[in-house]
């Protein structure tokens, strides 16, 4: 059988590589493609429609799922959208978008009372990986300082990146923190228990995130560094011909991985 998968944002930096991620699997199709206003631009050999026309595409269409990575505002309307289709099965809402505020994510997380949701702030499974082994390493190492660094491309909207939060809520769900300090400047010296947390934006850079523990004279820093979008366009394939045919509700990219 077939994956039919659309694409949201798709002349975008991440849209593009799901695009070619798409036509590069077997066994997946992309059923369309769209952006906000792509005035008859191509990707990869697929023409890419218009935003305004995501119900009527969803339903003639008819795809598995639909993989996005756009912005905060836009992904809620495409995840609303796919929750109210009339499509003979549920159509699945991968997203790969970060910077929801809690209020927004509530209620992206709503639309999965009616199809099956998964959203990832990374789809590299190399930061799945990241995230179990930095809870790991804050249970080994009670009292280490810990900062954290994310680096990332010019062109990034959001600060902390998506990871980089998640990472956070992960080192605080194992430790003794008294919250985070953004940047410093100044008179300012570390607060014993805080966590620093610095965004670095420049040049092309894909994605790094790099954890730092530091104590009893030694420190271990955890780095994942992305070397191509194309590894998170892999990822959100994976999960959307994972989720295809699954009944509604919030799944997570680690029961991809896992399964
Ligand atoms: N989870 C993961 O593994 C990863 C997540 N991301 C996240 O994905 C998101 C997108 O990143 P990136 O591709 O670099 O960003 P880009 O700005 O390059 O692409 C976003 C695309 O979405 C489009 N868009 C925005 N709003 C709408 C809308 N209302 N309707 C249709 N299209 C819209 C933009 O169109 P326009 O050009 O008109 O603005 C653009 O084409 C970010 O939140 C980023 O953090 C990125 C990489 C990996
Ligand atoms: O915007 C990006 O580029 C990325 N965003 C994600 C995030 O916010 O964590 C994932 C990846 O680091 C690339």
Sequence with gaps: MTVEIGVTGATGRMGREVVAAVRDREGCEVAFAINREPDGVTVDGTTVEPAGKIDT??????????????????????????????????????TGTTGFSDEAFADLEAASESIPLLHAPNFARGVQALVNVVGQAVRNLPGYDVELVETHHNGKRDAPSGTANRLLSE??????????????????????????????????????????LAGNDEELRLTHRAEDRGVFAAGAVDAATWIAGRKAGRYEFADVIDE
């Design 57 to 94: 595409l969803l339903e003639e269409r008819e795809p598995d799922a639909v993989v996005d990575f756009t912005g905060p505002a836009s992904a809620l309307e495409y995840a609303r959208a796919c929750a109210e289709a009339e499509t003979d099965a549920p159509v699945g809402f991968v």
């Design 171 to 212: 080192i605080e769900a194992n430790g003794e923190f008294t919250g985070r300090n953004h940047g410093r400047e100044g008179e300012e010296p570390r607060e014993e228990r805080e966590i620093g947390v610095h965004a670095l934006r420049a040049g092309t850079i894909t994605g790094e995130h790099e954890v730092v």
